[in-house]
């Protein structure tokens, strides 16, 4: 019997996950197929109900039901409750539906691909501080990477992130532009420059030192005005494309037992976003 998985959003159109798990189902000659499905916040609960009566096998969950969607699953593993959000979801044997975080995960193997050999000089500068800058936080600390600043426009939020990590500090973003220069590695984790939000930069990247990494986890665009901006000062830079292969990767894996041909799929996925 054909298996079906899916994608939970609000909004959900801009979604290129069915592109890239129809692609990798074929790829492996599994028949299965991945809808996309809008679901607004109040009508969470049901659509939770809905897929285990209608028999789907897994899903993603994107914003802004990550963290909304806890209550109504049966367990969450390790990964997900550090994070206190959920982006996949899968079933055991018995029928439960178990939450897991790729997010954070996928990040990582993304940036050690895109950095290479050269590696990623410390610290780390995180801007936001909601459910991706804290996935991200989380994977990158249990990597090794570190130490870990953030710096946020509500500084209460940076702040409490910041508490329930080590080694964890943090910058209004004023501090966090005249300190650039120190950081190796900048993470942008805001809907700042993404198509559907607001345009403009997080903070100024005049001051990032030469050679420093910057990714920002949008990946459509291709390249937002921040990493524009980022890379005309000098540093190199990474969309989210990477990440947001590799996380689909690792859910896929999760659901199937085989992980995918990433590296094709972020050329499919580049060529796609840049028209």
């Known amino acids: 019997m054909k298996k079906w998985y899916a994608v939970l959003g609000d909004p959900i159109a801009q979604s ?14 599994l028949n299965a197929t991945y809808v996309p499905i809008h679901v607004e916040p109040q009508n969470l609960e049901q659509a939770i109900q809905s897929l285990r009566t209608l028999g789907c096998s897994g899903w993603n969950v994107t914003v802004p039901h990550k963290q909304a969607i806890l209550p109504f699953l049966d367990e ?49 500068l995180i801007i936001g501080a909601g459910g991706a800058a804290r996935g991200i936080a989380f994977a990158l600390q249990s990597a090794g990477y570190g130490p870990l600043y953030f710096a946020n ?75 524009q901006a980022a890379e005309q000062a000098g540093a190199r830079i ?15 894996e999760k659901w ?3 992980y995918p041909d990433t590296k094709k799929m972020i050329e499919t996925i580049t060529m796609k976003v840049g028209g």
């Open 76 to 124: 969450v593993d390790d990964s997900a409750k550090l994070m206190d959000a959920v982006n996949t979801v899968y079933q055991t044997n018995d029928g439960k539906l178990i939450g897991t975080n790729t997010d954070g995960a996928g990040f990582v193997r993304s940036l050690e691909e895109f950095a290479g050999d050269d590696g990623v000089d410390a610290p780390v």
């Open 16 to 29: 290129m996950s069915p592109t890239m798990h129809d692609q990798w189902f074929g790829q492996s000659n």
């Open 256 to 258: 199937t037992g085989v």
């Open 153 to 227: 426009r509500t500084a209460s939020k940076a702040t409490e992130l910041a508490a329930q990590m080590r080694n964890a500090y943090v910058f209004s973003i004023e501090e966090a532009e005249q300190r650039l220069g120190k950081f190796g590695l900048v993470v942008q984790t805001t809907s700042v420059g993404m198509n559907f939000a607001q345009e403009g930069v997080p903070l100024n990247p005049k001051n990032i030192a030469r050679d420093a990494i910057v990714a920002d986890i949008i990946y459509n665009p291709l390249e937002t005005e921040f990493l």
């Open 238 to 252: 990474m969309n989210g494309v990477g990440m947001f292969v590799h996380q689909g990767a690792l859910a896929f």
